[in-house]
């Protein structure tokens, strides 16, 4: 049932109006999904993940991304891998729960509504993982959604 409310599809961060990434959430996780050059070798791209910045590109050249995050990661469980020219980054969220906006400090918010479906369904994914035996699905908030990181007290650390 949980995967129900997995993201239903990717927000888009653009710069100029090209894509540089696409990106979703969970209650867990933040992931960024680019799009690789052709013609590159796997073992020249790189991806340095820090507590608050996240660094990628090719090694050798000035790098395709380096900002802040929006929020704090834990890095040790934090990972990234490269699959059908695809890099998938995943970033581990500090606090479990926290709506992202945007993965990048400052730049590419959601506007007021997307984020707000996005705390929408991150508060139905902590309901489903909190009563797995219950299908949250098709449940509905009318009115302003709940923080699901401090909604009834908090989230539970794992």
Known sequence: ???????????????????????????????????LP????????????????????????????????FSPVKTDSSFWTLEDDIMHITLQKRDK??????????QGQLDPYATDLEQKRLMLQRFQEENPGFDFSQAQFTGSCPDPRTFMGGISSD
């Open 97 to 106: 729960g926290q709506t992202w906006s945007s993965p990048i400090l400052g």
């Open 1 to 35: 049932m949980a995967e129900k409310l997995a993201p239903e599809k990717r927000h888009s961060f653009l710069h100029n109006g090209e894509k540089v990434f696409e990106w979703d959430q969970t209650l867990e996780e933040v992931n960024f999904y680019i799009n």
């Open 38 to 69: 052709p013609n590159v070798h796997s073992k020249q791209f790189y991806c340095k993940i820090q507590s608050k910045h996240v660094e990628v590109g090719i090694k050798g050249n000035p790098p395709y991304l380096n900002h802040d995050l």
